[in-house]
């Protein structure tokens, strides 16, 4: 008796233990993403939200390499180390992924979408983000000829409100869009890249910083540090004639080895008899 | 062993019902054709009621109920739907062995993983109401004994205790001898015998005086000691199912309707098999001949029925057919292992379905190619390290998964560090660019969108090259260069012109 008492205590004690457990479990907040940071300080320090806020549309204006891809896939990339869904609907279809990946974005839980005709580019982007199945739909305008009228942009917001997704639009400066959040970005040279607050109703407008090329491309810091020292632009055109400097970063990845040859089969390979000391032959 | 009989009483009458609601409650009956003549195989309650019996002919019992309606039976077809029954119910047993065309056997060996024999019969029974079929289940040593009393005794689920089958068979009338020949039941019976019980009560040594082999067999049958004989029954490699409509249907909701009988089969019977469906082609049979084909591509794969059927019908709704559908049909081209999904407490996963529905809104639009996931390939032409592929999202980990760290049960993945050198934007196509160059060689200004822009900055090269193996191999210099008013830019020499190109942007 006394055996089966100890076992229905330790039962019950148990039974407690799990009641206990679920209890927080159903207390505890859930893990609830409301912003999406790039992880590039700069840039998220001018957002008010400190990041990219879920549920809104933001646009990225800028030149045709003036960060805005980059910033966009750091955007994915964080709602990918929360698992999340993203979508990249690709206008120009100029997305190249290799890159995208080396930046975190996670290619299994990217969508691409490559519509044939410009018009299904804002539609299928309205789709998406509506569906609330995607964290964050990027909608890559640029170099399409499409230029956003007020309603389709008021659209592609409503869409991201209803399903709580990011939508970040790209632009370029000729064709900007209407009716969202605004962020312009410009190549400073060797500086790197100005982003700036141009359009919000939030507030903050007019609020800018420069990142760094480095915060974008990591793995080029090396190579840049190196040429920001000693570079000194050339003035090409202006007919000044400063010397161009360059770093010589060879890397020979594989494949034909030097001047684009095979050692021993397309070239002779070097000889061995001076080092032999046998000496050189004729 | 221990052995369970799924009884479906009149089995393809259920199953005509169950195609056909509004035959409910009607006289009809299944006739089949023997030795020319049309006999009734199968008859519906009503049409028993009015006096129509199995075997009597079709125009007997025409002249028994007036309209009465008749449909041909088909063995092959009502061996099938009970195949996909017992696939179903693989689920709570792990093998099935078919008894067409009313029952089927389960080995019930599992049952103690279901909380005890009575438990699992009663799922059974369950499982069974939840596809809409009427079913008597019985748990017994062997497999007469289960199946007698599946088949004459009367309670929804019963379980015979081990060694006690004779006990329990005693009470049956002696057609519950079905494996006897029917010479020896009428020799039995003008013994005056008329229950198993007291056929089990005879002396052995005395039936098998009388009676020789045969006897013995019913006499060890009514004593519950008939050794069993349970062969599992082979899996079709093939998912399919397959529907008539009895009348051509010509708008959705018919077609709906059958559609979703077939698909609750259909994952029933992956559930059983504990896999999930990837890809799957619904085909509708039209009149007079001719056949329309959807497929149905899941990003995330599952077997859920809802889920299954909410897609087809928004693919339906799109979808125009010239002739009405006299028969559908679905097959699984694709099939994956069902890990399962853990829900956070009063969770729904609804997110799947959301997913689910806008691909195959997108997929209708804009077809299948335009979307994709992206798979990056071993290659060093940078063009060609890019293979599209379906868009197959790992699952989200839930719950005790997620709490523990998802981290855990993702592999993590590593990037070759090369990648975090390329550009994010790659041209679809490396445009020749007009430079101009220094006075070591070096570039130092290029004209890009009609404009000349000056190089501030340049490092590389960086040599790629290869494929010299399969001829029209590949030699290049590549740069990053800064171009004022652009950015950076990834620029290559080639090899074999000495031109440079325009290849990406690091935007």
């Known amino acids: ?24 479990l159903q207390a505890a907040p859930r893990a609830y993403l409301a912003t999406l940071r790039t992880g590039v300080a700069p840039f998220d320090a001018l957002l008010p939200g400190r990041g990219l806020p879920l549920g809104s549309a933001v646009e990225l204006c800028g030149e045709a390499a003036s960060g805005r891809t980059s910033l966009a896939l750091r955007a994915v990339a964080a709602a990918h180390r929360e698992r999340r869904l993203c979508a990249y609907v690709d206008g120009p279809g100029q997305l190249y992924p290799p890159a995208a990946a080396a930046m975190g974005v996670d290619l299994e839980r990217l969508l691409i979408v490559r519509p044939r005709e410009v018009k299904q580019l804002v539609w299928t982007a309205v789709q998406l983000a509506r569906s609330g199945a995607f964290a964050c739909v990027v909608l890559d305008l640029t170099q399409t000829g499409a230029r956003l009228a007020l309603a389709e942009g008021k659209k592609l917001a409503d869409a991201a409100f209803r399903g709580g997704s990011l939508l970040l639009l790209l632009t370029a400066p000729e064709a900007p869009g209407d009716g969202m959040l605004r962020v312009r970005t410009q190549a400073q040279g060797l500086s790197g890249l100005r982003v700036e607050v ?13 990142v760094p090329w480095e915060a974008l491309y990591p793995a080029l810091a090396a190579a840049r540090g190196h040429v920001a020292a000693g570079m000194h632009p050339r003035e090409l055109l202006g007919g000044g004639d400063q010397g161009f400097q360059r770093v010589r970063t060879s890397v020979e990845r594989n494949g034909c080895g030097v001047m684009g040859g095979r050692p021993g089969r397309d070239r002779a390979l070097p000889s061995l008899g001076a080092a032999l000391g046998l000496g050189a032959r004729h | 062993m221990r052995l369970a009989y799924v009884h479906l009483p009149r089995f393809p009458v259920q199953r005509r019902v169950l195609e056909a609601p509004a035959l409910a409650g009607q006289p009809f009956v299944l006739v089949e054709e023997v030795r020319g003549q049309r006999r009734v195989a199968f008859a519906s309650t009503a049409a028993l009621k009015a006096g129509v019996r199995p075997g009597s002919t079709l125009t007997a019992a025409s002249a028994l109920v007036a309209g009465l309606s008749h449909f041909p039976h088909a063995f092959a077809a009502e061996a099938a739907a009970l195949l996909s029954l017992g696939e179903a119910l693989l689920v709570l047993a792990p093998a099935f062995q078919l008894d067409a065309p009313e029952g089927l056997w389960l080995d019930a060996s599992a049952a103690g993983l279901c909380g005890g024999e009575e438990t699992w019969a009663a799922r059974v029974v369950e499982a069974c109401a939840a596809q809409g079929w009427r079913a008597r289940v019985v748990v017994a040593d062997e497999a007469f004994t289960a199946r007698a009393l599946a088949r004459f005794g009367v309670r929804r689920a019963e379980v015979v205790p081990s060694g006690e089958g004779g006990r329990a068979l005693a009470p049956l009338p002696l057609s519950a001898l079905e494996g006897a020949e029917t010479g020896r039941l009428e020799a039995l019976r003008a013994l005056g015998l008329a229950t198993l019980g007291e056929v089990a009560a005879l002396p052995a040594t005395a039936v098998v005086a009388r009676g020789g082999a045969e006897a013995l067999r019913a006499h060890r049958m009514a004593r519950g000691e008939e050794p069993s004989r349970f062969v599992p029954t082979p899996l079709p490699e093939v998912l399919e199912e397959v529907l008539s409509l009895d009348w051509p249907a010509e708008s959705l909701e018919p077609v709906l309707f059958g559609l979703k009988t077939l698909v609750d089969r259909l994952c029933a019977r992956l559930s059983g098999r504990r896999r999930a469906a990837v890809r799957l082609t619904l085909a509708f049979r039209l009149e007079p001949s001719g056949e329309a084909q959807v497929a149905l591509s899941l990003a995330r794969p599952t077997a859920q029925a809802k889920l299954l059927l909410d897609l087809a019908r928004h693919r339906l709704e799109g979808l125009t057919l010239e002739r009405p559908v006299v028969g559908l049909r679905a097959r699984m081209d694709e099939d994956c292992a069902d890990p399962g999904q853990q829900l956070v407490l009063g969770d729904g996963p609804a997110g799947d379905a959301a997913l689910e529905v806008v691909l195959s809104r997108l997929a209708t639009t804009l077809g299948e190619e335009a979307l994709f996931a992206a798979g990056v390939e071993g290659v060093h032409r940078p063009e060609a390290a890019v293979r599209p592929r379906a868009f197959r999202p790992p699952a989200r980990p839930e719950g005790l998964l997620a709490e523990l760290g998802g981290e855990t049960a993702e592999k993590t ?95």
């Not at chain 1, 141009?198 to 420069?210: E, F, N, T």
């Not at chain 2, 445009?431 to 570039?443: I, M, S, T």
């Open chain 2, 413 to 507: 993945r590593e990037v070759e560090a090369a990648l975090a050198e390329r550009p994010a934007r790659l041209l679809p196509q490396p445009a020749p660019l007009e430079v101009a160059l220094g006075v070591g060689g070096e570039l130092a200004g290029a004209r890009v969108e009609g404009r000349w822009r000056r190089a501030s900055g340049l490092a590389g090269p960086e040599r790629l090259g290869g494929e010299w193996w399969r001829g029209g191999g590949f030699s290049r210099d590549y740069y990053r260069v800064h171009l004022e008013g652009l950015g950076l830019a990834w620029v290559y020499r080639d090899g074999r012109d000495g031109r440079f190109y325009l290849q990406g942007l690091f935007d």
């Open chain 1, 1 to 24: 008796m006394g055996a089966a008492a100890e076992r229905t205590e330790g039962t019950a004690e148990v039974l407690e233990q799990l009641r206990e457990r679920i209890r927080k």
């Open chain 1, 198 to 210: 141009v359009r919000s109703r939030q507030g903050g407008m007019g609020a800018g910083a420069l």
